[in-house]
Every structure is written in structure tokens, then in C-alpha cells.
């Protein structure tokens, strides 16, 4: 995202961010370089430990301007540095793999890696704490809304709750009676909209942001006209209460930048990296299950008359179709019946057309583990919003308000929403809003250490067998 002059509301000063962002990552990685002569006093080229530190020096680093996103951002420190600190491990171990002493020196990465991590995490968040004490603090920005509606009002709330934010909220401009606008309270109105110019003249304020309905572009025009004669930074505040956007950001296109409401999350190298973890995890998780794979596929075979596997049609990325792959644990005619995704009957506690075995590899989910091919061969992930059938998605997509967004990524073998209960039937609308509403808040929220975080959940909701049958 370009962030434009939307950084300058960041209270922390510029001498602050420039430690935080630069002498940090510089100073481990300088520590680094001692530790490196520590562990191995032997002589050796230079080009090994280089690479490592210019590596180091460019990721093991923490985005400052994150701060306003995010609720914990102790947790938010540490997970992020832990992402960059695992990619330079894997990335130290290519280069002495290169210089043919790995053998020697894969050890040297673990430390290199947990030195990093550890060391430019508490730094970091040393350095964020000193730098919004007051005496450190940077000066507010005095901040103006033009038009009262719901979501200046909420916005001018959220205002109070930023930490890292340097913002003196005034009030609004508003010309309509008290009777015709939403709630403001504790806020003030700061004069009718016609006469902003004068109180700009008169008043101290650094930006405005218009919050008109597009349908108004009467006052919208009318507001601009009397922000172009005065010094303030004018922005738009669109009302977005009706949906939270996807991906707030200013996109080029051409010689010109839009904003993008909804966008593909985890663009670029995040999604590098999430793809190089599905591909280890999912051929990690092949060959350790193997043994137990080939069990249950005996067993399968033994208990009742079909195949092994169950396939069928669902929506991945982009809402491309694909073949997903799970153990058959429905009797033959009712998964034959159901194959095309188009003819679905949802499974039901105690469903009579559930086998023996299906029974216990539902409450288990160890159906579910042939999608570790799905996700070797790049239909789904490890982690994001369950795939649905494709009856379900042509039922629910005018149902449920913003259930396609769902499929702006890879499907997952598990999911923000199941962790938080909502998997296996979902018979009222009411489950699947939920479930979307989890979704969508996964999109937004969506970084390598909450995919992490989402795959332990699991592990422990698996291990109860709540709600899988």
C-alpha cells in the first residue's frame, strides 16, 4: 500500500522510526556477524557470512506503520520477526549448503535464526514503547470531519483508541439538524458546512476528511471548493459500515492510482511464503501419515463396497473448479450420487448413510487428510476458508452478502471459522453467515503467523472432535 501522507498520523517522530527500522535490523545483524566468528574460529570466506547479514539486514525488520491495524502489538512483533527469521534460516542453510559446509554449520542457522528473532523483537518493541511517551510523542495533528454520519462517527471514535496514532479530533462540519444525523456525542459540531472556509481561516486544522455519500456530489463539490482555498490535506472517508473492505489500498494502474476496497490478500512475498509452507507441510505430512493412510484405506476397503477415495467438484481460487480428494466414508451410492458438488445432502448426526469407519474418520477428520494432495498439487492450502460444494456456493452467493469473496483465495484444509466452532453442518443461514463472516475476517487479518496459530487450534479441536460428523 502506498501510504502517502496517511504515515505522517503515526505519533511515532522520524528518529524513532529510523532506529526501529534501520539500526536495528543493522545492529543484530552486526551481532550476527560476531556470533558467526564465535561459534567457528576456522578460516573461511567472507561471501557466506555477507550474504546472511545483507539478508538479514533487509527482512529482520518491523513495519511500523502496522501499529495502527493491530490490537496486541507486543504478539504482532514477535510474529512477524519470527516469519523473516524462519525465512533467513531457510535461507542461511542454501548458502552453506552453496558453500558445502552445511553439515558443519546447520546448527550456526538455528542460532542465527532464534538470535534474530529474539534480539530484534525486544528491541523493536523497547524502542516503540520509548518513542510514544509523551516527552517523546510527536505533536497532534488536528483533524476535522466534514458531515456527521455513521461512519465519521465511528471513525472519530476509533480515533481515541489508537495508541500510535497523533490525532486531536475537533468535530464536524454539519449543516442538518440534530434530528437528521446520526449520534455524535462526545463530539462537537464545528460550524455549518457553508461556512468551513471561515473557520479554516481562523482555526488551526491540518486535514479534513469529506463524508458524503457519493449521490451527493453537489456538497461533495461545494466542500472541495472551500478546502482548495486553504492549506489542509482534504481526504475521503467513504462509508464503509455496510462492508469492511478486503484490501484497503492505492493501486496504479497506468499513469493513474485507484483505491482498491477488495483484493486478493498476502500478495507478493508473503505469498511466496505461505505457498513454500504448504508445500513442505503437505509433503511432510504425506510421508509421516503414510502408515496410517494405508490403514485406513484398508480399512475402508474391508468395511464396505466402493472406492477409497470420495471426490468432488468444488470452487478453489478465483472460484476455479477442482477435484478435492477425501476417504470415502459414505456408502457407495450416496457419494456416487454426490460427486458433481451439484447434489448436496448435508451430513447429519447419527446419519444412517455414514459407514463404520466414516463415523470415526468424520469425528477424527481423518477424511479430511487426502487434501494434503490437493494442497501439494496447489488447488487449496493448509490454512483458509473451507471449500464448499458447488451446489452450496450457487445456493448461498445470494444468500449470505459477500460469499464469493471467500474464493479471492486458496481453499484451506482448515480455517479461521472451524477453529471458532463453525464446521460440519451448517443448516441455517444463520451458521453459514457466521462462517463467512469468519472468512472474510481471515482474509483481512491474514499473515503467516495466523495461519501458524490457526493450524495449533486445530490440532486441539481435532483432538476433542467437536462438531465433526
Excluded at 522520524?14 to 551481532?31: K, T
Excluded at 456408502?331 to 455414514?354: F, H, I, K, L
Excluded at 472468512?439 to 490440532?459: A, C, G, K, S
Aim: charged share 20%; glycine share 6%.
Amino acid at each position: 500500500m502506498q501510504y502517502g501522507s496517511g504515515s505522517d498520523f503515526l505519533a511515532i517522530r522520524n528518529p524513532f522510526r529510523y532506529v526501529i527500522q534501520l539500526v536495528v535490523p543493522a545492529f543484530c545483524s552486526i551481532c550476527l556477524a560476531w556470533f558467526y566468528g564465535w561459534f567457528d574460529g576456522s578460516d573461511k570466506g567472507l561471501w557466506p557470512l555477507l550474504i546472511v547479514l545483507a539478508l538479514s539486514m533487509v527482512w529482520v525488520r518491523f513495519d511500523i506503520h502496522k501499529l495502527t491495524k493491530i490490537k496486541s502489538f507486543r504478539f504482532a512483533v514477535f510474529s512477524d520477526l519470527l516469519s523473516k527469521s524462519l525465512l533467513i534460516y531457510l535461507l542461511a542453510n542454501i548458502v552453506f549448503a552453496i558453500d558445502g559446509s552445511w553439515s558443519e554449520k546447520w546448527k550456526q542457522c538455528i542460532y542465527f535464526s532464534s538470535f534474530l528473532w529474539i534480539f530484534s523483537s525486544i528491541l523493536t518493541i523497547i524502542f516503540i514503547e520509548i518513542s510514544v511517551l509523551k516527552i517523546f510523542k510527536r505533536k497532534p495533528i488536528n483533524l476535522a470531519i466534514a458531515a456527521v454520519t455513521s461512519s465519521s462517527v465511528a471513525f472519530a471514535q476509533s480515533l481515541s483508541t489508537q495508541r500510535f496514532l497523533a490525532v486531536d479530533f475537533l468535530g464536524f462540519f454539519e449543516d442538518r439538524t440534530d434530528d437528521r444525523i446520526p449520534e455524535y456525542t462526545p463530539f462537537k459540531i464545528l460550524c455549518r458546512i457553508d461556512a468551513i472556509a471561515d473557520y479554516i481561516t481562523n482555526q488551526n486544522v491540518d486535514h479534513v476528511l469529506v463524508s458524503l455519500p457519493t449521490e451527493a456530489s453537489y456538497r461533495f463539490g461545494f466542500v472541495l471548493e472551500q478546502l482548495l482555498d486553504s492549506t489542509c490535506s482534504v481526504h475521503y472517508l467513504h462509508d464503509f459500515l455496510l462492508f469492511r473492505p478486503i484490501r484497503e489500498a492505492m493501486t496504479p494502474i497506468g499513469s493513474m492510482s485507484v483505491f482498491t476496497i477488495i483484493d486478493s490478500p498476502g500478495k507478493g512475498f508473503d505469498s511466496v511464503i505461505k505457498r513454500i509452507f504448504d508445500i513442505l507441510g503437505s509433503s511432510i505430512g504425506l510421508i509421516v501419515l503414510l502408515p496410517l493412510l494405508i490403514l485406513v484405506a484398508i480399512w475402508i476397503k474391508i468395511d464396505s463396497k466402493g472406492p477409497v477415495f470420495f471426490m468432488q467438484n468444488r470452487w478453489g481460487n478465483g472460484a476455479q473448479p477442482f477435484q478435492i480428494y477425501k476417504f470415502r466414508s459414505m456408502t457407495q451410492a450416496t457419494s456416487n450420487a454426490s460427486s458433481d458438488g451439484e447434489t448436496v445432502v448435508q451430513t447429519t448426526q447419527n446419519d444412517m448413510r455414514v459407514t463404520k469407519v466414516g463415523a470415526f474418520i468424520r469425528r477424527t477428520s481423518i477424511d479430511e487428510l487426502p487434501q494434503l494432495i490437493n494442497i501439494f498439487k496447489g488447488d487449496m492450502s493448509i490454512v483458509g476458508p473451507r471449500p464448499h460444494a458447488a451446489g452450496h456456493n450457487r445456493q448461498y452467493r445470494g444468500l449470505v452478502k459477500g460469499y464469493m469473496l471467500r474464493h479471492k483465495v486458496k481453499p484451506g484444509l482448515t480455517g479461521w471459522a472451524q477453529i471458532h466452532g463453525f464446521r460440519g453442518e451448517t443448516d441455517t443461514i444463520d451458521k453459514m453467515e457466521k462462517r463467512v463472516e469468519y472468512d472474510l475476517e481471515y482474509l483481512r487479518n491474514w499473515t503467516p503467523m495466523l495461519d501458524i496459530y490457526v493450524i495449533l487450534r486445530t490440532i486441539k479441536l481435532v483432538i476433542t472432535g467437536k462438531n465433526a460428523y
